[in-house]
C-alpha cells in the first residue's frame, strides 16, 4: 500500500503498533523505509492513566530507531511529515 499524499504532493507515512501483552514495553521503532531527509515524527501513545495520551515530537531521518514506551495491552501511532 502507498502512503497517504497531501495535495502539495509530499508524502505522510502514518504507523502504528499495538502491544497484546499484558505487559508495558520500550519499542525501538527502526526508520529505514524512509526516504532521504529530515521527517518531522509525531508519536502517539497512552497516557499515564486510562483513556489519556501522550505526544512526544521529534526529528527523525531513516538512520534513526526511536524508542516508544507502549503501555500493557496499549498502542501507539506515528505521522511522519519531510521537513522543507
Known amino acids: 500500500m502507498s ?3 497531501n495535495r502539495a504532493g509530499s508524502t505522510r507515512p502514518t504507523r502504528c503498533c499495538l502491544n497484546g501483552e499484558a505487559v508495558a514495553k520500550k519499542i525501538s521503532v527502526p526508520l529505514g523505509f524512509l ?5 518531522a515524527a509525531e508519536f502517539i501513545t497512552d497516557g499515564e492513566r486510562q483513556h489519556k495520551f501522550a505526544e512526544k515530537k521529534l526529528t527523525v531521518s ?12 496499549g498502542g501507539f501511532t506515528a505521522r511522519l511529515v519531510p521537513t522543507r
Open 62 to 73: 531513516a538512520a534513526d530507531q526511536p524508542v516508544i514506551n507502549v503501555a500493557a495491552r
Open 3 to 5: 502512503p497517504p499524499v
Open 35 to 39: 526516504g532521504s531527509g529530515a521527517y
